[in-house]
């Protein structure tokens, strides 16, 4: 069973950065998209980015140009670079990996940022 481990979750302040990776147990094959969602209290899981095998990205609205998706394919690790925190940012992360057999959900990291 595959799982994927996250880290660089915490406590920050408004305005400051934070850098979450995504790593799986175990290699992965056919890895089609990498990303990561956020689920805040009350409120329903968004993606917030995502990262295709060629390379190609999308984000939410909410946080284009102040985050950024980047993998390193031969660790199967993705990472994402949190810039210029919000409050609103506050959320349990979840990394997520999209192969061609199977979906993969991380456990989940708690950012949270102080005004």
């Known amino acids: 069973q595959v799982q994927l481990v996250e880290s660089g979750g915490g406590l920050v302040q408004a305005g400051g950065s934070l850098r979450l990776s995504c790593a799986p147990s175990?290699?992965?094959?056919?890895?089609?998209?990498m990303g990561w969602f956020r689920q805040a209290p009350g409120k329903q899981r968004e993606l917030v980015a995502r990262?295709?095998?060629?390379?190609?990205?999308n984000y939410s609205d909410s946080v284009q140009g102040r985050f950024t998706i980047s993998r390193d394919n031969s660790k199967n690790t993705v990472y994402l670079q949190m810039n210029s925190l919000k409050p609103e940012d506050t959320a349990v992360y979840y990394c997520?990996?999209?192969?061609?057999?199977?979906?993969?959900w991380g456990q989940g990291t708690q950012v949270t940022v102080s005004s």
């Open positions: 175990r290699s992965i094959v056919r890895i089609n998209a």
């Open positions: 997520n990996v999209q192969a061609r057999s199977e979906d993969y």
């Open positions: 990262i295709t095998s060629d390379g190609s990205t």
